[in-house]
């Protein structure tokens, strides 16, 4: 074998040569080959026993990288070899020393003289240190687990003879562990001491005033609080059925009063920011209820961002009709994720609406075509959706933390599910056929059935624009539509100047009508229809501008102010109100995708806060997080670069682009990683090899959505809630923590969407170059 053959194989078996240097080193170099290589001819396997032989020997070389340095050349010793080295080949030199096991071999002889290792290390650390740049710590959607350190502050007092003089003492912490007595000063018990405390009466603990023994552990002081805190412990010989009575009392009263003083600040802070994410989430939450073998829609949640993200009446009615919706639901039941296409297309009997899934489109062959289709006529939205389970445990905390009885709510308690929606429409808008494709005949399970789901939606207060008090009735009424004819309806809700009323679907009306509800005194009284829904049969009506407003007005004022036990039961904003943080305390335990989290600071990437991510989310795919760190250099670090910089989230935070698509190839043959401009992917003749790679299974796509919404405020709906359990605690700390709200300026969503994009690539749709794309390349 000539020594050029000797070399490539030297080269192309690096790795293993090195994998075996340890086993040279403990005389098992055959064991190692044998483990390592058994498939190898044996005359590759001889040359790599004499390279590693040779690599392993002892020298006394003197070591110089002075040729190819980068940084300033030292003089030192190593083991009485004399060495000049700048600190990059020190680095190596003891990197490569450790792995000889502390000896001076030929093998780290060459690795300090051979500038393409010398190389490789400055990048790979160069690697490393963007890499930490943008590793974030991590934060669970799911509620923090105290575990046996779960504590509250309950609001009543203890006292004992033997114990400061009588006084009833506030308790600090109390759990299944012992009690903290807070005192003004130190108290002359000393530790070890049995001390008999009476509790009072107290519901869901004590049935009557009970004697406890509890034993004193320590003292200490509270400098947050400037009090003396007193530690006791249970006796051995407490009775049992109590402590268990006192755990689930803990338990119980965990989420209506506060925690012990730590624990409450920790709550706090995560309540803080999730209530931040959802507030500022481009998703739509939509909550689902079991109907029969299937889910069914109930109610959506607005709040300001989500509603200026999404068309959402668009969003609703892509999910109104109940055959369409069935297909949705089967398919989030199995995939948890799901993509709704709803619009018009043009046909040759007129414009036709249609409803479909992705993968619907693509069992039946027609999803370039519909797509081709529905961006062409511009009439059209995409969903992207998904799906999340609603625990009864997360329910029963929801009524609890906001003290709203289910049985008041009972359509509420039914809900089972969540359905996350959010508006994909920019990446198809654009899109058009790479190639031909066959144009079916179109499918009658995509057309609307007529058969709706009724959606309801809530909305935080300040998006409310109503200015007047509405009260939910159930009245008989009648509206008059000629001289001698008539519609009955019935009286749905009512206000000072407007009301909602239910008549026969198909009813025709003008656009003035005269109503009368025999029962509230209203005869005849002039209305204008605001709105009319001829399917539904909903109507919204207004008082007509005429002499007799003002006298209807405040007739039904003086009637509401008569009767106001009755009608405060009936407030829809009441109502309303206690809905919509209950759905929100759902909603912020189960947000669909990884949220980063932003603050105000000098430095770009020092303003990547904390990431929150649910449990099997996979938005964070090709990456993986390391116990509760999160690398985020794959969708933000530049590419190229020697330092760690991001033009993505400087353009994010100047308000430059609000969203991005990151795509990378993973080449399943060795798993490595090939990052793909958006351009390219999009628009290029690049995305046709991606198709060809992925139709022959040599890659894997991974398309992720990196959407960044500037925070709307300081405070959200809920932050006064919030900080209210903590303010019985530490003021200094609530305030610090309310303070602390205004130094959020954005909230940041990665979403993986590689199902979509790998579908659209292999079907054979590709994005028209925009004029300024087109401009960009005649520049270049």
């Known amino acids: 074998m000539s020594a050029g053959e000797e070399e490539a194989i030297i080269k192309q078996y690096q790795p293993l040569i090195r994998a075996l240097i340890p086993y040279e080193q403990q005389n098992k170099l055959l064991e190692g080959i044998n483990k390592f290589s058994k498939r190898l001819p044996s005359s590759v396997r001889k040359i790599v026993k004499e390279e590693v032989v040779r690599l392993t020997s002892l020298t006394d070389a003197p070591a110089d990288n002075s040729a190819f340095a980068q940084f300033p050349v030292m003089k030192f010793k190593h083991f009485g070899v004399q060495m000049r080295l700048d600190k990059v080949g020190a680095q190596i030199l003891k990197n490569e020393t450790s792995l000889y096991q502390d000896r001076y071999t030929v093998g780290v002889f060459e690795s300090v003289m051979n500038s393409d290792f010398y190389q490789t290390h400055i990048k790979k650390e160069q690697f490393k240190k963007i890499v930490d740049a943008f590793n974030v710590e991590s934060q669970s959607f799911t509620d923090i687990d105290f575990g046996d350190d779960i504590a509250v502050r309950p609001n009543f ?38 001390i008999t405390f009476t509790i009072p009466e107290v519901a869901g603990f004590t049935k009557e005033p009970t004697e406890i023994a509890l034993e004193l552990d320590s003292v200490k002081y509270n400098k947050h609080l400037g009090k003396y805190e007193s530690h006791f412990i249970f006796t051995e010989d407490i009775d049992l059925a109590l402590l268990a009575t006192l755990k689930r009392y803990v338990a119980i009263t965990a989420f209506k009063q506060p925690l012990q003083r730590d624990l409450e600040i920790e709550r706090a802070m995560q309540e803080l920011e999730r209530d931040r994410i959802l507030e500022n989430s481009p998703w739509l939450p939509v909550f689902l209820a079991p109907e029969k073998r299937t889910l069914k829609p109930i109610i959506a949640l607005y709040t300001k961002a989500n509603v200026e993200h999404n068309k959402s009446e668009k969003v609703l009615d892509s999910l109104r009709d109940k055959p369409i919706f069935e297909v949705l639901c089967q398919e989030l039941l199995k995939y948890n994720e799901a993509y709704v296409f709803h619009g018009n297309i043009k046909t040759k009997s007129g414009n036709v609406q249609i409803t479909a899934t992705h993968r619907q489109l693509l069992a039946m062959g027609q999803l370039s075509a519909l797509v081709y289709l529905l961006a062409k006529s511009n009439d059209f939205i995409c969903t992207h959706c998904r799906l999340d389970t609603i625990a009864k445990e997360d329910k029963q905390k929801a009524f609890a933390i906001h003290d709203i009885a289910s049985k008041e709510f009972e359509h509420l308690a ?22 031909k494709c066959e144009f079916k005949p179109l499918s009658k399970a995509l057309r ?49 100047s407007g009301m909602q009323l239910n008549i026969p679907p198909q009813s025709e009306l003008q656009s003035e009508i005269r109503v009368t509800v025999p029962e509230l005194k209203i005869k005849g009284e002039k209305y204008k229809v605001v709105y009319h829904d001829p399917v539904g049969g909903v109507v919204r009506l207004c008082l007509a501008e005429d002499p007799r407003k003002d006298k209807v007005c405040s007739s039904v004022d003086t009637m509401v102010e008569g009767n106001s036990a009755y ?13 919509h943080r209950y759905l929100w305390e759902l909603a912020v335990r189960h947000m669909p995708s990884l949220a980063v989290l932003c603050v105000m600071n000098r430095y770009t990437l020092d303003r990547l806060k904390t990431v929150y991510q649910s449990e099997n989310s996979d938005d964070l795919y090709p990456f993986s997080r390391t116990q509760n760190i999160i690398p985020l250099h794959g969708f933000f670090a530049d590419k190229g670069q020697a330092k760690p910089k991001s033009q993505m989230l400087e353009s994010m935070f100047k308000a430059a682009s609000d969203s991005n698509l990151v795509v990378h190839c993973v080449r399943k043959s060795d798993s490595r990683l090939v990052f793909i401009k958006e351009k390219d992917f ?26 960044a919404i500037r925070c709307h405020g300081a405070t959200t709906p809920l932050t006064k809630k919030r900080l209210a359990q903590l303010s019985k605690l530490d003021k200094t700390m609530y305030d610090k923590l309310e303070s602390m709200q205004a130094g959020y300026t954005h909230c940041i969503f990665i979403t993986n969407m590689s199902s979509l994009h790998h579908d659209l690539v292999k079907d054979n749709l590709i994005a028209k170059p925009e004029v300024k794309d087109l401009a960009d390349e005649g520049a270049a």
């Open 157 to 194: 007092t203890i006292s004992s003879p033997d114990f400061e003089k009588g006084r009833h003492c506030p308790i600090g912490s109390l759990s299944h562990r012992g009690i903290w007595v807070e005192t003004k000063r130190p108290p002359t018990a000393s530790t070890g001491d049995v």
């Open 414 to 435: 039914n809900i089972s599910h969540v359905m996350y929606c959010k508006d994909v429409s920019n990446y198809l808008s654009n899109l058009t056929l790479s190639a």
């Open 448 to 496: 609307a059935s007529g058969k709706n789901w009724r959606i309801d939606f809530v909305m935080e207060e300040e998006l409310d624009r109503r200015c007047e008090n509405r009260y939910v009735m159930d009245k008989p009424a009648s509206i008059k539509t000629g001289l001698l004819s008539s519609i009955d309806a019935r009286l749905v809700d009512l206000s000072a």
């Open 567 to 579: 009608f405060k039961v009936r407030d829809i904003a009441r109502m309303q109100r206690s809905t």
């Open 682 to 707: 999009l628009f290029s003749k690049l995305r046709l090899q991606i198709k060809t790679q992925l139709e022959e299974d040599k890659i894997q796509l991974s398309a992720t959505d990196v959407t």
